[in-house]
């Protein structure tokens, strides 16, 4: 292989390397923005409204996010049997 195409080959790898990079940088900051919504809306939802919400979800990463970032807004009796 060429010394010019081993460099064409490594300018597309960085390239790649650099958009993975920068969407990963995005979604930290789109999960980090969801967890401080989820943890401040036990201002404003009920422990029951919360339990009923996650009862109704089917989608279990979304079941796992409600379960990791508002475990205080189940009601204090909650037990996940999932």
Same mark, same amino acid.
């Given at each position: 292989?060429?010394e010019?195409?081993?460099?064409? @080959? &490594?300018? =597309?790898?960085? +390239?790649?390397?650099? *958009?993975?990079?920068?969407?990963?940088?995005?979604?930290?900051?789109? $999960?980090?923005?969801?967890? @401080? &919504?989820? =943890?401040?809306? +036990?201002?404003?939802? *009920?422990?029951?409204?919360?339990?009923?919400?996650?009862?109704?979800? $089917?989608?279990i990463?979304?079941?796992?996010?409600?379960?990791?970032?508002?475990?205080?807004?189940?009601?204090?009796?909650?037990?996940n049997?999932?």
């Open positions: 292989m060429s010019e195409k081993i460099k064409i @080959i &490594l300018d =597309k790898l960085g +390239n790649t390397v650099g *958009k993975l990079s920068e969407e990963n940088r995005v979604c930290k900051i789109r $999960d980090n923005a969801a967890e @401080i &919504l989820v =943890k401040n809306l +036990n201002k404003y939802i *009920k422990p029951k409204d919360w339990l009923k919400l996650y009862n109704q979800i $089917d989608d990463y979304v079941k796992d996010l409600m379960l990791d970032w508002g475990k205080d807004l189940f009601p204090v009796n909650f037990e049997d999932e």
